[in-house]
Every structure is written in C-alpha cells, then in structure tokens.
C-alpha cells in the first residue's frame, strides 16, 4: 500500500519548492520519518482500541459522532474523488506525453482534454466495479505489479546512463545543497507533494482487529513497511537526479518517462509508460472499492441517503455507491486544479490524523482505557499534531500556483459537509416525517425493480 504512485507524479513539486536536488532527498526522507512516527502512534491506537475501521473508530470513541460522521463525509465526498482525479491526471498526462515523445517541459496545454479524459477512465472503471468485484480485484493486483516494475525500470534505467558515456558529469551540483531555497512556505509547499506519497502509512490500522498478535506484529510490520518506502523513494529519487538536469527535472510534468526517454529513447518511454499508467488505474480502482463500501456503510447508519445501502444481487456490488462516487469524481475532473486536489488531499487526511493523534493523548489519560503493550513517547503525538497544523495551513502563506486559493475552496467544503454531519446525529432531524417519507419511497422504488437487497 505504501509504495504509491506519488514517485512518479510529485519529484518536481517537492524540487520546486526546496530548489536543490540535496534538500529534496532530505524532505523525501524526513517525510518518510512523519510518516514512520505516524503508523507508530496509530499502533498504539490499535493496541488501545483493538478493532478494524481506523480512524473511524478512534475519532468516534474519543470525540463522539458528529466529528466521526464528518470523517466519513469528507472521506467520501473530498478526499477519495480528489485522489482519483489526481490518478486520472496522470494517466493523462503520462499518456499524452508519450504520444508528444521528447522531454516534457509543463503540464499538457489541454485542460478540456484533460477532464474529458478522466471521465472516460472514471466510467470504465466504476463500470467494472459494478460488474465483477472478482475481476476489479484481480486487475488491482496486476496493475500493482506494473508499480514494482516501474520502480526497478527507474532504478536500473539510472544506473545504465550512469554507468555510460552519456552519463550526467555535473552530479556534484545536482545533489549539492548550494541553491537551497530559504522560502519556508515554498519548502512546506514542496513537503505536500511527499507527505502525499507516502499516503497509506495508516492503512493497517484499518484492518487491526483481524491482525494476529498486534502489540508484536503491527510496530514491526510498519517499521519494516515504512523504511522499506523510504528506501525506494529516495533511490528513485537519486535516480532522477542522476539522469535528468534540474531545471528539466523542476519543469517535468512526467519525471519517470522523461528518464525512461533519456536513457532508452521511445522503448524506455514505453515501459515506463505503461507501468505508470497501470499504477495509476491500480489506485483508481481501489478508490472505487474503498470509497463505494464507505458510502455503503455510511447509507446504512444513515450518515447518507439510505438509498445508497442496496447492494445488486446478481453481481453482489454496491451500485448506486459506485454510481455515486463516479458521479463526484466526474465533478471534480470538471472543475478542479492539481493545485487544488493536492491541497484537499492533503487537508483532509492530516485534519482528521491531527485528531487521531490528540486521541493518543486523550487516552492514556483515562484511566478506564485499556493499557496497551506498545507506547510511543509522549512527544511524539505532540509533535505530529504540530505538525499536522502547520501542514494544513502552509497554503494560505504561499503564492506558488493555486494553493491559497484551494486552502479556501477545501475550508468551504468542509463548511457544507460540517452541518450535514451534525444533522446526521440528531433523532428529531432524521424522524421529520419528510424524511421517512422519502426514504420509504425510494426504497420501494428500488425493491420494485427487484433484485437488490
């Protein structure tokens, strides 16, 4: 899970912010480190709270429903569309970039394209979806293959050029820190890009309660995972800088076939290509997975229309969910920035990992909570959410591209979603006769087409 597709879509972004190929290894590497003192707090949530469902279940027991309900809307309504639509664009652009061939300098000057683009992948995949969960799963897993084999192709790619005559002979000034930017917004700007890749860090808490021997296993498993990334990044990252100059590397908008291009000419962009492409659908699909079932359990606690809950026989999949979440991903495609996602992504994910992390706090206070076997120091949760603050409000102190304006658009739509979640919590809301007129209808609506339950 940890090793994303974020190595191929934002060495520029974190290049730009910290102008020098030595300061980006450094922010790749400290934010390896957040993210390994993350999955170490969430460890000890585990241990505390034994059970699956994550965030959901500390934010629920710790601050009550209405920030928990909050969660699940933002998840399923901002931060899941957001990342697929990061995953379509760079199919998009990848693709496109191949088809141009030559050194990509800028985004594709074809945002139209670009949204029509995602839509089509957005309607194909959740058409899968619909059909077969057996047959999405399986293409998910070979898809994932092709994101290990774009990472061997950079590494070993890198090391050709290296090893040829046509090898960089300015590294000492690629990998120097002499030209680092003193721009501390700038830097935190750059930090996104990283902190974004390493999204997933989280992921085993998700399914804690099915872990065998946790106070033993889950410390190690996320050592292990997490160093393991580490490791992986910084290498591609080395790789980058070894092949590509560091304006081109600043200025690329498909960092990886660019190098596959340098080191291979129209073979290397293939490969690397394909394998960048096949990353990104792997995570379009389980976005769809993910962000679907969410809706699912959500429609069934009523957190959303109800609706929502059926699942089609036939098929066993939860097609109005997967409808739905096709439909606000089509949105996004429509009217969205990279700028824009990237800021929502990241906003949503460490606003509810901020809460997650006072929770660590909060409950080695109580003294009816269960003692768990793993402790981080007490520092640690302290620092992450620090942490968490400044990485949230880093864009309104920016003027690089559209992050302020972003950080706006992401506060307004948590101001729409906020009152829906507390709506969500109130008996008499939900007992308005209006409402349980239009949910018995639409249930019957439903039914009468038989075949879902």
């Known amino acids: 899970m940890m090793t994303g597709v974020g190595i191929f879509i934002f060495p520029n972004l974190v290049l730009q912010g910290v102008n020098s190929g030595g300061a980006s290894l450094l922010v790749w590497t400290g934010a390896g480190g957040v993210a390994l ?10 241990l505390t709270l ?21 969660f ?5 309504f901002i931060k899941y569309p957001a990342i697929t639509i990061i995953m379509t664009r760079s199919v998009f652009t990848y693709s496109a970039q191949f088809i141009d061939s030559g050194i990509s300098v800028s985004s594709y000057p074809y945002p139209q394209l670009t949204s029509v683009t995602g839509i089509v992948i957005i309607v194909i995949s959740c058409g899968i979806a619909v059909v077969s969960t057996k047959v999405t799963t ?3 897993n070979a898809f994932n293959i092709c994101k290990l084999s774009g990472i061997a192709g950079i590494l070993g790619f890198a090391i050709y050029v290296a090893a040829t005559d046509h090898g960089a002979h300015d590294l000492g000034e690629r990998f120097s820190m002499a030209n680092t930017s003193h721009d501390v917004p700038a830097i935190l700007v750059g930090l996104f890009g990283a902190i974004a890749s390493y999204e997933g860090w989280n992921s085993l808490n998700l399914v804690a309660g099915e872990v065998h021997d946790p106070a033993r296993t889950m410390p190690a498993a996320i050592i292990m995972a997490t160093l393991l990334a580490i490791v992986l990044y910084v290498l591609c990252n080395v790789a980058y800088l070894t092949v590509l100059p560091l304006e081109v590397m600043k200025r690329s908008s ?12 129209r073979y290397g962009e293939l490969f690397l290509t394909i394998c960048v492409v096949a990353s990104c659908l792997a995570t379009i699909l389980a976005m769809v997975l993910c962000n679907s079932r969410l809706i699912q359990s959500a429609a069934r606690d009523g957190q959303v229309p109800r609706v929502l809950r059926f699942t089609w026989i036939s098929r066993q999949t939860p097609l109005f969910a997967i409808i739905l979440h096709g439909l606000v991903c089509c949105i996004f495609s429509l009217i969205t920035t990279l700028d824009a996602l990237v800021t929502m992504t990241v906003f949503v994910s460490w606003l509810f990992y901020a809460f997650c992390f006072v929770a660590v706090v909060v409950l080695r206070m109580r003294k009816n909570a269960k003692k768990p076997s793993f402790y981080v120091p007490l520092v640690v949760p302290i620092f992450l959410v620090l942490f968490s603050v400044l990485l949230m ?12 304006s972003s950080f706006y658009i992401t506060l307004i739509l948590l101001a729409v979603l906020t009152p829906l979640s507390i709506l969500c919590t109130m008996k008499r809301f939900t007992d308005l006769s209006v409402i349980k007129e239009t949910t018995v209808k639409l249930d019957r609506i439903v039914e009468s087409w038989g075949g879902f339950v």
Do not use: H
Request: aromatic share 10%; proline share 5%; hydrophobic share 50%.
């Open 37 to 46: 003192l993350g999955g170490l707090a969430y460890a000890e949530l585990a």
């Open 50 to 70: 034994p059970g699956s469902g994550g965030e959901l279940v500390y934010v629920l027991e710790v601050f009550g429903a209405v920030p928990a309900n909050l």
């Open 72 to 76: 699940v809307l933002t998840s399923a």
């Open 138 to 140: 399986s293409l998910l």
């Open 254 to 265: 498909a960092v990886a076939l660019d190098l596959g291009y340098i080191a291979f000419g």
């Open 393 to 404: 409000i880093c864009p309104v102190t920016t003027t690089i591209g559209n992050y302020r």
